[in-house]
C-alpha cells in the first residue's frame, strides 16, 4: 500500500512543470546601441594605441624624458647578444624575457623588432601616421557616445541601477564567493559585483581615459591646460592611459569569461534584443 502511494506521489511530482525563469526587459536600446559602439571603438582604440605606443616603446613619470632623466617606468625593447636578438620588457627597473611575445616576435629566420607584435596592432606594419588618425576618429565617436549614454540613462534611470545600495554592498562576500564558483544567479537587476565593476568602468576609467588622452594632445593643453598639472605632467598622463588600457583589456577578458560562464545565448539575447530570462523567482 505504502510502496503504491509513493509510486502515486512520485508520477504527482513528475506531472508537475517544473518552475521556469521568465523573460523580463532588462537593456533599453540606448544601453544596447551605445554597448556595440564601445565595443567596436574600444577594439580599434586599443590596436591603435598599441601601433602608437611601438613607435616611443618607454613610459616615463613626470614631464619630460631622454637620456638625462632617470623616471623610465616601462620599456619594451631588444637587445642583441652572441649574434641572437632577444626581447625584453623592463617594469620599474626589472627586467623580464619576453622574446616570441613583446619585443622581439615573428620567427628566427624573420624576427620582427616591436614591442608588440603585427597580430596586434592595426595597422598590422609600421605606419604611426594611419595609427593616430584612426585611433582620433574611434576616440571622439567614444567621447560623444559616452556623453550620450549618461544623458539617456539620466532620463530613463538606467545610473540608478549601477549605484550599490547599502543591502547590495552587505551581499558582496556571498556574491563574490558565488562568481568564485561560477554559481550564477539570473534576476531581473545587476548583481553588486556587476553594478561595482560597471560603475569603476563607466565612470572612473572612461573619464580617466578621456582625460589622459587630451593631456597629451598639445591642442587640448591650449584649452585645458590644467590637466597638465593634474596628471603630474604630459609623460606621467601617457603612463596612466597606457595603464588604464591594460585595465579595459582585463575587464573585456573578464567580462567575456563571464558570459561564457554565466549562459552565452542568454546574455548575448539581453544585449542585441534588451529581453533577459532570469532564474525560477528571480522575476523582480
Known amino acids: ?15 508537475v512543470p517544473a518552475e521556469k525563469g521568465q523573460l523580463v526587459y532588462r537593456q533599453s536600446v540606448w544601453t544596447r546601441v551605445t554597448h556595440w559602439v564601445w565595443a567596436i571603438s574600444l577594439f580599434f582604440l586599443m590596436t591603435t594605441g598599441l601601433q602608437i605606443f611601438n613607435a616611443h616603446p618607454t613610459l616615463y613619470l613626470g614631464s619630460q624624458s631622454g637620456f638625462g632623466f632617470d623616471n623610465t617606468v616601462l620599456e619594451i625593447g631588444d637587445v642583441r647578444q652572441d649574434g641572437k636578438v632577444s626581447g625584453y620588457t623592463e617594469i620599474l627597473g626589472k627586467r623580464f624575457d619576453t622574446t616570441g611575445i613583446l619585443g622581439v616576435s615573428g620567427t628566427d629566420a624573420r624576427p620582427i623588432l616591436k614591442a608588440f607584435p603585427e597580430w596586434a596592432t592595426i595597422p598590422s606594419s609600421r605606419d604611426l601616421g594611419t595609427g593616430r588618425v584612426i585611433h582620433l576618429f574611434f576616440a571622439w565617436i567614444f567621447f560623444f557616445t559616452l556623453v550620450i549614454w549618461l544623458l539617456a540613462s539620466l532620463f530613463n534611470g538606467h545610473l540608478r541601477d549601477l549605484v550599490p545600495s547599502l543591502s547590495d554592498l552587505r551581499r558582496l562576500p556571498r556574491d563574490l564567493l558565488d562568481h568564485l564558483r561560477f554559481r550564477f544567479h539570473h534576476t531581473a537587476r545587476y548583481n553588486v559585483l556587476q553594478k561595482l565593476t560597471y560603475a569603476i568602468v563607466l565612470f572612473v576609467l572612461f573619464p580617466l581615459m578621456i582625460a589622459t588622452g587630451l593631456t597629451m594632445s598639445p591642442g587640448a593643453n591650449a584649452i585645458f591646460p590644467f590637466l597638465t598639472e593634474i ?4 609623460q606621467t598622463a601617457r603612463s596612466l592611459h597606457f595603464l588604464i588600457m591594460v585595465f579595459l583589456m582585463g575587464f573585456f577578458v573578464v567580462h567575456i569569461v563571464m558570459i561564457f560562464a554565466a ?6 539575447r539581453s544585449i542585441i534584443t534588451g529581453w533577459y530570462k532570469t532564474s525560477p523567482g528571480k522575476g523582480d
Open 231 to 234: 596628471f603630474g605632467g604630459r
Open 1 to 15: 500500500m505504502a510502496l503504491r502511494e509513493n509510486e502515486h506521489l512520485a508520477a504527482t511530482i513528475e506531472a
Open 263 to 268: 549562459g552565452p545565448i542568454n546574455e548575448l
